[in-house]
């Protein structure tokens, strides 16, 4: 299957940053490196990085989306207005989502059904705290989290989605999971999701940088890398992707 190298840039930069960034890497050439990437910007930046990048390969993505189609639902954005804007992919379930924005399971699953139903590709975020880890709970905390969308859309649906390993222990704190860690949790979830999850992109985040990717994306049930920090400096991120290729 073809990897894929996700950046998040969360609530990072304004738009002449912004656009600086996807003029960068709209620059590399994606077809002879064999790899999807795909940036995540501030959804009031996206139009300016799809302009950017629009004759480039690179893919434009969402960080979060409404469960909602349409409606009175003050600050929210569908997943229509993202796709008009030139969005395939949405970030749903990031752990900065849950925990900070009290996001259930259940919502967050919603929130991947509405994804497809707006032709975009959820990448669904899953991951146990260092507590969880200590009290041996990380696969049942991700077993509960994929169920959720399981139980919502069924199996082909879910296999259609990405999904990302983000170990809240991991993400923005320079601590890494050691690629036996990661490949341990990939593996399980490539087993829970069956036959028809053989081509299912499985992603690994959480301080991710070009010093500790290679052997991460050496393990067989790493299919890329969702990179928060990391992704804001152009030639840092360039870097992961080669590492990717
Ligand atoms: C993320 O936000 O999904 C993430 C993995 O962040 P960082 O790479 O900064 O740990």
Redesign the pocket.
């Known amino acids: 299957m073809k990897p894929l190298l996700a950046g998040?840039w969360?609530m990072h930069g304004l738009s002449g940053s912004a656009k600086v960034l996807a003029r960068r890497l709209a620059e590399l050439d994606l077809t002879s490196m064999d790899i999807d990437v795909v940036v995540f910007p501030p959804n009031v930046h996206a139009r300016i990085v799809f302009d950017e990048i629009a004759k480039s390969d690179l893919g434009l993505g969402a960080q979060n989306m409404s469960e909602h189609a349409s409606g009175a639902f003050t600050g929210e954005i569908s997943g229509e207005m993202l796709r008009e804007v030139g969005c395939d992919y949405v970030l749903v379930g990031?752990?900065?989502r849950r925990s900070l924005f009290s996001e259930s399971s259940d919502l967050v699953a919603e929130k991947f059904r509405s994804a497809q139903s707006s032709r975009m590709t959820p990448i669904l975020?899953v991951g146990e705290s260092l507590e969880q880890r200590q009290q041996g709970m990380t696969s049942k905390v991700i077993d509960e989290q994929i169920d959720a969308v399981l139980n919502l859309v069924g199996p082909s649906d879910l296999c259609r989605g990405v999904i990302?390993y983000?170990p809240l222990w991991?993400?923005?704190?320079g601590k890494v999971a050691s690629p036996m860690q990661a490949q341990k949790v990939h593996a399980e979830i490539r087993a829970k999701l069956g036959g028809e999850g053989s081509g299912t992109r499985l992603l690994y985040?959480?301080?991710?940088t070009s010093k500790n990717a290679a052997g991460l994306f050496a393990e067989p049930d790493i299919d890329g890398g969702?990179?928060?920090?990391?992704?804001l400096d152009g030639e840092e991120f360039i870097k992961i992707a080669r590492l990717l290729a």
């Open positions: 998040n969360k990031h752990s900065e975020c990302a983000e991991a993400i923005g704190t985040g959480g301080s991710l969702l990179v928060g920090g990391a992704s």
